[in-house]
């Protein structure tokens, strides 16, 4: 692959409309970067799980707050990557300073397509066609040459993909119009539900396979040279997962220590050993001239991302070569050296042991079974049966945007999991509540 073709302007369902004369005062990420951060699906994110439950009466990450740090991150990363680049290529060829315009667009969107719930919302809508009602609807997908696993493994970063680049009803070709670049650095996974095992993660819906081909015929993006049912990640892919492991990873630290569920004392040794020799005496000594634990926490915070951006885009600069011929495959993080991997990987146990199984994350993931699975049986009922007296009512709680009045089983289907998606956990439980009549309009 090349720097050239792989950095792109073009917008998805606007290719007709590139005028190369016309210039604006923004860069086309950054527009990318302004769309995004303006619109509905952004912002319903701030009443999105993250990790721990919302609301209350402590404040931790949700997908909003997430996702701007990670931006932030992205931004950084991009931008140490696109200086060492102009120094490793000089000519001035290549458009390498809006690389981190790019990530921190890219950054912003990677999580948009996750459902309420946090990652159990995922697992919820996966068990529903695996153990639940949703299982008798595999002949009728099947039979209907519809792709299956696209709902057995659902996959919040393929709904992402199709949330940014799906025509919705009465919305314009292309969804967001966005670059193709931007776009193609949030598909972790460039291959369908049909290669995802054995993790059953994937990056595109059958619906989205043209989009997906388009965007890799564009930007020259390769096949894996291993794998032919695959393709390589376009390479931006590598810094914005990168950026999304850096912040999630030290956030729950942080937001587990406001909890209550780990010590502060725990917290700020796991944070403290990133560092080591002189460095490490030089910030015990700076965040003990403040006694505020969140302040230590946060002074903490910034030195380790700051670390981990530097590491990891050494290891992207190190590995570039690689990173083009699609025979580098690994992330990032995982190849961070010394006392900095190993205190990462120290928080990766700590966080899988205490603070993903603990007892409100867990509470979430109980209820997000049950909330999933009446949800979306009822509607899908609804879309399946649009004649029943009772899937009428139903019908008209969906939005217009979403067809209902797909032919077939497959989009039917796509059509309920589109609207329960893009749910916010406050309104899921609530729709939940009507339909189930545990709670009823004040009369």
């Not at 990670?70 to 060829?93: H, I």
């Not at 008798?136 to 057995?152: P, Q, T, V």
């Not at 749910?423 to 189930?436: E, F, N, P, Q, S």
Request: glycine share 8%; aromatic share 10%; charged share 25%.
């Amino acid at each position: 692959m090349n720097w050239t073709q792989l950095l792109s302007g073009k917008r998805i369902g606007m290719e007709e409309y590139q005028d190369p004369v016309r210039k604006h005062e923004r860069t086309d990420f950054q527009r990318d970067y302004d769309r995004l951060i303006f619109s509905s699906p952004f912002r319903r994110m701030q009443n999105k799980t993250q990790v721990f439950p919302l609301p209350g009466h402590i404040f931790v990450h949700n997908r909003l707050t997430h996702s701007l740090e990670v931006s932030s991150v992205g931004r950084s990363l991009g931008n140490n990557v696109a200086k060492g680049l102009m120094e490793k290529y000089p000519d001035g060829s290549v458009n390498f300073p809006e690389i981190g315009s790019i990530v921190s667009a890219a950054c912003l969107a990677h999580d948009m397509g996750n459902p309420p719930f946090g990652h159990s919302g995922e697992r919820a809508i996966s068990g529903y066609f695996k153990d639940g009602h949703g299982a008798k609807l595999k002949d009728a997908i099947l039979k209907e040459g519809g792709r299956w696993d696209d709902f057995l493994h659902f996959e919040g970063n393929a709904n992402a993909f199709r949330l940014l680049t799906h025509q919705f009803v009465g919305r314009r070709k292309g969804g967001f119009a966005l670059t193709y670049s931007t776009v193609a650095s949030i598909i972790k996974y460039p291959y369908s539900s049909l290669y995802s095992l054995p993790k059953g993660k994937f990056g595109f819906f059958q619906s989205e396979e043209g989009t997906f081909q388009a965007i890799v015929d564009e930007l020259g993006i390769e096949k894996d040279p291993v794998d032919p049912n695959k393709y390589c990640r376009y390479p931006l892919v590598y810094l914005v997962e990168a950026a999304d492991d850096i912040c999630y990873q030290v956030m729950d630290i942080e937001d587990a220590c406001k909890l209550h569920i780990i010590t502060a004392k725990e917290a700020i040794e796991l944070l403290l050993n990133f560092f080591e020799g002189e460095r490490l005496q030089r910030i015990e000594k700076i965040m003990r001239m403040v006694d505020d634990i969140n302040e230590q926490l946060a002074y903490l915070r910034s030195c380790i991302i700051g670390l981990l951006v530097n590491e990891c885009s050494r290891v992207f600069l190190e590995n570039e070569e690689g990173i083009l011929k699609g025979t580098y495959k690994t992330p990032l993080i995982d190849q961070v050296e010394g006392q900095p991997f190993k205190a990462y990987s120290e928080c990766s146990k700590l966080a899988k042991k205490r603070i993903y199984c603990a007892k409100d994350v867990l509470d979430i993931e109980l209820a997000g079974y049950h909330i999933f699975s009446q949800l979306i049986d009822t509607l899908s009922k609804a879309v399946m049966n649009p004649d029943n007296s009772y899937s009428q009512l139903v019908l008209q709680r969906i939005p217009e945007q979403y067809d209902t009045k797909a032919t077939t089983t497959y989009g039917k289907i796509q059509c309920v999991l589109d609207y329960i998606s893009g749910m916010t956990d406050v309104y899921a439980l609530d729709l939940y509540r009507k339909i189930t009549g545990m709670s009823l309009p004040a009369v």
